[in-house]
């Protein structure tokens, strides 16, 4: 395992840890595709970050972001009503450069690359 994948593998588990969120499945399909991104057309399993919501994911080395975020009867900051938190698994599909979908709970959230290059804010 590269230095870095295992130094961004324990922050995982830090913020999972101090979330309390009980999370207890494998975020290695959200790590195996942070910096390389599936192939285009292929539905892949992944679990989404959503402890604040449906907003930013990485994936193959750059930051996606959710042309319509979505969030829990609280608003922003918070996970979507009937998701796990703070990981939801699903499907990913990347259909181009610009076009990804996420699926999970009967829910389809598009996703695009993010114009700062940065994910919509730092969820902690």
């Not at 942070?34 to 892949?44: D, H, I, L, N, S």
Request: hydrophobic share 35%; charged share 15%; proline share 6%.
């Amino acid at each position: 395992m590269s230095r870095g994948l295992s130094v961004m593998m324990l922050a995982v588990s830090l913020v999972v840890a101090g979330c309390g969120g009980g999370y207890t499945g494998s975020t290695v399909e959200q790590t195996q595709y942070a910096e390389t991104a599936p192939p285009v057309g292929k539905r892949v399993d992944f679990t989404f970050y959503t402890h604040c919501g449906v907003e930013s994911a990485r994936i193959g080395g750059v930051w996606w972001v959710a042309a319509q975020p979505l969030y829990g009867d609280e608003g922003p900051g918070s996970s979507p009503d009937g998701w796990d938190n703070p990981y939801q698994a699903g499907r990913l599909t990347v259909r181009s450069a610009t076009e990804a979908v996420f699926e999970a709970r009967g829910v389809r959230v598009a996703l695009v690359p993010s114009a700062s290059g940065k994910p919509m804010r730092m969820c902690q």
